[in-house]
């Protein structure tokens, strides 16, 4: 089986297993007790606190370790946006992109719905860029925060988030970035992106599901949406996840001591696959930004076929991907994603992407290309049915 569906998940790297390996064995303690197992497990939460700093160059006490990328982005925009409303009632509004992730798409919306806020959803080009004079337009003096991604799951388009956050800043309204995608590719120093909250997802990364980080800069105010016990420094309550967090410092920090050789390798295979697929079969669409772009994220429309059918197709043939995010599987609506970058319903529901880890091969994308050119062709002339 070749995986071209990284971008859902990613296997658990051996390092990371192995880094985790104590602490759901030997070192089983909870980090409140107030034993040596308590103490070992609260020492290995600490260091695992200052990994992640290390690498978003921030301090340990501004990591928030959560369940995952969802909680994460539920945690920014729900408990910013509510901070901010509580301070100040005025602040009642928020602003996202039209291309986040439904955790943070339907956070906002939870906030219209019970806590009386707006929500300003800032329009994308057809690459699926954010331009610094769409967001200007959408900041109001009763912008609460601002969420928009780093780099996006369904087409790979990266965001100018410097320049985005700058303008944030400039109009004193906090910048929240989904970087779930991004991190491992794409670099992720908070003080250089300009950002005051980003949350980044263990599973994308080589650690486990069910492990994430949400970094906030210094005195940001957060209203905490899990209650309890107080840990995490109230920010989230529940005994912590200890091997999570561990496993999710140690794949991160291996994601990210090499990621410029990684990016630079895998963009150039990214890059022939891409021109083999658009090459080989008539009428396909590159989706997303030609350049600005994940490394690890090639997505097409494939006019005249389903892209369910083509998936079934694929996988028949022993390549593994996806008709956009995980999330959406199996739905027969077209991507949201897609309708926002302007491509008609009827081309959306042709979509296939196509996402790399950092082990895939020049003779992996070979031999995927061929399969593409053979999926989509039998598609078209068989018609094979969907799910
Ligand atoms: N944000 C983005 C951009 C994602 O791609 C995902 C997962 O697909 C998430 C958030 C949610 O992360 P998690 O699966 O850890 O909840």
Redesign the pocket.
């Known amino acids: 089986m070749i995986f071209l569906d990284a ?2 998940t990613t296997p658990v790297r051996r390092e990371v297993l192995e880094a985790m390996w104590p602490l759901l064995t030997g070192e089983f303690g909870n980090p409140s007790s107030h034993h040596s197992l308590g103490g070992a497990a609260a020492t290995a939460l600490a260091a695992a606190r200052r990994t992640v700093a290390n690498v978003l160059g921030c301090r340990p006490g501004e990591v928030t370790f959560t369940s ?3 909680e994460a ?1 539920n945690l920014a925009v729900k408990g910013m946006a509510l901070a901010r409303q509580a301070a100040d009632p005025a602040l009642n509004r928020v602003v996202i992109s039209a291309v986040e ?1 439904p ?1 943070v798409e339907e956070s906002a919306r939870y906030l219209e719905r019970f806590h009386g806020f707006s929500v300003d959803v800032v329009p994308v080009d057809s690459t699926g860029r954010v331009t610094a004079e769409a967001l200007s337009a959408v900041l109001g003096p009763e912008t609460a925060l601002v969420s928009i ?1 780093y780099a996006n ?1 369904e087409v790979g388009t990266v965001q100018p988030i410097a320049e985005l956050a700058a303008l944030a800043r400039e109009r004193g309204v906090p910048f929240h970035t ?1 970087a ?2 991004a991190a491992g590719w794409l670099p992720v120093d908070v003080k250089t992106l300009g950002v005051d909250a980003l949350s980044i ?1 263990g ?1 994308k990364l080589g650690a486990p599901k069910g492990c ?1 980080v949400l970094f906030v800069r210094g005195r940001t105010r957060v209203e905490p949406l899990v209650h309890g016990g107080g840990q995490e420094r109230g920010r989230r309550s529940g005994t912590e996840n200890v091997a999570g967090a561990v496993g999710l410092a140690t794949a991160l920090a291996l994601a990210h001591a090499d990621q410029a050789r990684l990016a630079e390798r895998v963009t150039r295979l990214r890059d022939g696959f891409i021109a083999a697929v658009l090459d080989g079969v008539s009428g396909a669409v590159l989706t997303g930004h030609p350049v600005d772009r994940l490394p690890s994220v090639a997505s097409f429309c494939f006019p005249g076929t389903s892209g369910e059918s083509v998936l079934l197709e694929l996988e028949r043939q022993g390549v593994v991907c996806s008709s956009g ?3 959406a599987a199996g739905s027969d609506a077209p991507s949201p994603v897609l309708l926002a970058l302007g491509i008609e319903a009827e081309v959306a529901q042709t979509a296939v992407r196509f996402s790399f880890d950092s082990s895939v091969t020049d003779a992996d994308l070979d031999a995927a290309a061929v399969a593409v050119r053979a999926a989509v062709g039998s598609v078209r002339t068989l018609g094979v049915p969907g799910r």
């Open positions: 971008a859902a995952g990328g969802t982005d992730h955790a991604m799951n989904d779930v995608q997802s599973h994430g995010s995980a999330c």
